[in-house]
């Protein structure tokens, strides 16, 4: 059973700020290069990466799988999109995607743009209740990272996956 929790953007964001401010985190990074055909094409289900830059322009990766779902973890891993992340105590969050930002100090820096993440079940997109490596997606899901700013009270969600 798939939950779907739609936070305000705002809530989120302060929620993310304060768990970063009150925990010391080392980034860490997957670095793989974005591959332009689905990985594992052959495989009987897909997944989706979409990414929406703070300049509108937007990436897409396709991820193969033959389980019944594919965790955000793997999808991200798998996708062969640039991401780096930093672990707390709550769970790993993510802090730059396709090198934005180009740089960073924190994670979350309060009232900077920050990466919102949602998931497309069924051609519609909900911020996600959790952190992407708590998100679990089907066959034909997306995984979608949005780079807003901070005073965004409703950012909206990346563009719908391209099959």
């Not at 322009?57 to 999808?75: E, R």
């Not at 820096?109 to 990466?115: E, T």
Request: glycine share 8%.
């Amino acid at each position: 059973m798939r939950k779907h929790l739609i936070w305000t953007s705002a809530t989120l964001a302060l929620a993310l700020i304060g768990a970063v401010t009150a925990c010391g985190a080392a980034p860490s990074a997957a670095t793989a290069s974005p591959g332009g055909t689905c990985v594992n094409e052959s495989a009987p289900r897909h997944a989706y990466v979409v990414v929406e830059h703070l300049s509108g322009a937007s990436i897409q990766a396709c991820v193969g799988f033959s389980t019944d779902a594919i965790d955000g973890q793997t999808l991200m891993d798998k996708s062969g999109i640039k991401y780096q992340f930093m672990k707390f105590s709550f769970g790993s969050a993510v802090c730059q995607i396709d090198s934005e930002p180009a740089q960073y100090a924190q994670c979350f820096p309060q009232g900077k743009p920050y990466w919102a993440l949602f998931v497309e079940t069924g051609g519609q997109w909900a911020q996600a209740q959790n952190g992407y490596t708590d998100v679990v997606l089907h066959d034909k899901d997306a995984l979608g990272w949005h780079y807003v700013q901070a005073t965004d009270p409703s950012p909206a969600p990346p563009p719908a996956a391209k099959e």
